[in-house]
């Protein structure tokens, strides 16, 4: 049982990315997908989640309007969508899974947006 968290990288700012959280030895189709940040000297933070009930969406202020969060069942992955991306943004970003509660963690990608 793993999620395996890819596809950061250094972007310049204004660039996009998008994350994926995949998923082995469980389906993710019932299960909520959480994304959080944790940039150095900082707390992590909640990015964005979807549910795993009727596939509702939060985001948190400081990426909305600038991220889509999805989930690809036939590929058994979450999706994180990344635009305009700003400095602020650096972190390494997690996924984690579950049905009440977060149960399964990725192990983190780092995003670097250059100015």
């Known amino acids: 049982v793993q999620l395996q968290a890819s596809g950061g990288g250094l972007v310049q700012s204004g660039g996009s990315l998008r994350l994926s959280c995949t998923a082995s030895?469980?389906?993710?189709?019932?299960?909520?997908i959480g994304w959080f940040r944790q940039a150095p000297g900082k707390e992590r933070e909640a990015v964005s989640c979807?549910?795993?009930?009727?596939?509702?969406?939060y985001y948190a202020d400081s990426v909305k309007g600038r991220s889509t969060v999805s989930r690809d069942n036939a590929k058994n992955t979450g999706l994180l969508q990344m635009n305009s991306l700003k400095p602020d943004d650096t972190a390494v970003y997690y996924c984690?899974?579950?049905?009440?509660?977060?149960?399964?963690w990725g192990q983190g990608t780092l995003v670097t947006v250059s100015s």
């Open positions: 984690a899974a579950g049905e009440d509660k977060y149960d399964y």
């Open positions: 030895g469980f389906s993710l189709e019932s299960y909520a």
């Open positions: 979807i549910s795993g009930e009727d596939d509702s969406t």
